[in-house]
């Protein structure tokens, strides 16, 4: 396709500001600019829905309310928290984080997409995201719903659009002077846009349908930790595949090679092949 002049990304960004004048949507991440906060929430919202992480976010800031916080908190109270976003080596990347930015940075968080980037679960576009909502940095990136944003407005009869081409798109439309509220809007339009049939991101040459999680390794890991976790303070569980199997529901070969692992990830500790969490 041609590139777009001038005139229509001034028009592109007219329509996107016009409706979020009208539409704004309200989180507790969007109305604060402490940069801890704002990388909680960016953490949470990967490949998580909005309405599961407003239920876990303030929580989340009441039980580890900045970054030393975190850092110091045993990895079962943090996932504990964490239960039901899963994808739990989230929760565990954010604790390492926090535990990097208090050690290496003074408990301040860097600025830079690049320093960003060397922090544990912190890819290309989460840096990004961050820098651009925690310092309101004119950083490129793209996710779901802005993707479908692009793909709806620049490539209606496209298929298999990959994201190297819509990037330089998302880069001619920022808003510089608030690349902050720009990303809220597009990321807005986004949502509304996922009602239409078909769905604008089925274009995309990244979509893929999610597997399903019941039965899933990822149900049989999440199973295992909440096992381990201890219920009260200071207590640790130590547990064989056996007695995981039996509180998991799975079989046994299937939770002990899913605490296995767990136990080579970090997540776990495993001694005289019982586990615990650690």
């Known amino acids: 396709m041609d590139p777009p002049d001038r005139e ?31 990388t909680v929430s960016e953490f949470m919202l990967q490949r998580t829905g909005t309405a599961r992480v407003l239920e876990k976010f303030p929580p989340f800031l009441r039980a580890f309310p900045d970054f030393a916080a975190l850092a110091a908190a045993p990895l079962g109270e943090v996932l504990a928290l964490w239960s039901g976003l899963g994808y739990n080596r989230r929760g565990k990347a954010l604790r ?59 490539f209606p009869h496209g298929d298999g659009v990959r994201d190297r081409e819509i990037l330089p798109l998302v880069e001619a439309a ?21 009602s239409l049939r078909p769905d604008p991101i089925r274009r995309s ?47 046994l070969e299937r939770v002990a090679a899913a605490a296995r692992g767990l136990a080579r990830e970090g997540m776990v500790a495993e001694r005289d092949g019982k586990y615990s969490m650690a």
């Open 8 to 38: 229509e990304i001034l028009r592109f960004q007219e329509l996107i500001k016009t409706r979020h004048r009208r539409h704004r949507r309200s989180f507790p991440w969007r109305e604060t600019r402490d940069p801890y906060g704002i």
């Open 96 to 154: 390492e984080t926090a535990g990097l930015v208090r050690d290496r940075h003074g408990g301040l968080l860097p600025r830079d997409p690049e320093r960003l980037r060397s922090l544990p679960g912190i890819g290309p576009a989460t840096a990004a995201s961050i820098a651009a909502f925690a310092f309101g940095l004119p950083a490129v990136f793209i996710e779901t719903n802005i993707r479908r944003v692009f793909l709806h407005h620049f």
């Open 174 to 194: 920022l808003d510089r002077e608030d690349p902050r509220e720009w990303y809220y809007a597009l990321m807005d339009y986004g949502v509304h846009l996922r």
């Open 205 to 251: 040459a990244h979509y893929a349908i999610q597997s399903r999680f019941a039965g899933s390794n990822r149900q049989v890991r999440g199973r295992i930790l909440a096992a381990l976790i201890s219920r009260e303070p200071g207590e640790t569980l130590l547990l064989s595949p056996e007695e995981l199997a039996e509180v998991s529901g799975f079989p």
